[in-house]
């Protein structure tokens, strides 16, 4: 446990805390006598600590980022995989307690009980050492995807065709209208089109960043 309390960056006073977060519904329902509750409401808690961590990040340090946005945006942040990765950098697998059919099956490598782990274990740091640790833990396993430019880079061409897909009959189309500088340093001019109307005009790099950057520009016109 103290090798995972330094990956961590905490320490608990309440050991037991932590053996909680560790523990599967499927060892304690095969170990009743021991009257040791499954991580299932850490789980819980650990969901709201860590919704609310990765919300207050997003608002302090996107502030001309629409709502919409950071909705998705943070749903990328705490989906899953996300958990799962935070979860394997840990090398939490190893430290669960699990059923013995659990065990058997690969409950330790299962993406779903990794990433209930993580959240169960942010839960466990909140009540034994309150916000703040548990934020620092947050920002060090998950909130470094969005400074490092994992789901940073925010896929605001796919955004927009959700919501151009949500009403019929719209096309949307992009543009290439211009390409300028030497060919070390070239920068790229695109527009968004819909239904043959400009809504976005961006540059970039290459192509796909610059109908990125338009795209960027038409869904935030829309979303206004």
Known sequence: MEKLEEILGYTFRNKVLLKEALTHSSWANENRK???PSNERLEFLGDSVLGFTVAEFLYRNTPEMP????????AELVCEKSLEGASLELGLGKYLRLGKGEELSGGRERPSILADAFEAVIAAVFLDGGIEPAKAVVARHILSQYREGAPAEYDYKTALQELVQRKSGQVLSYHMTGESGPDHMKLFTVEVHLNGAVRGEGTGRN??????????????????
């Open 207 to 224: 192509k796909k960043e610059a109908e990125q950057a338009a795209a960027k520009i038409a869904l935030d016109g829309m979303m206004k």
């Open 67 to 74: 709502e919409g946005h950071m909705t998705r945006l943070r």
């Open 34 to 36: 021991s009257r040791a």
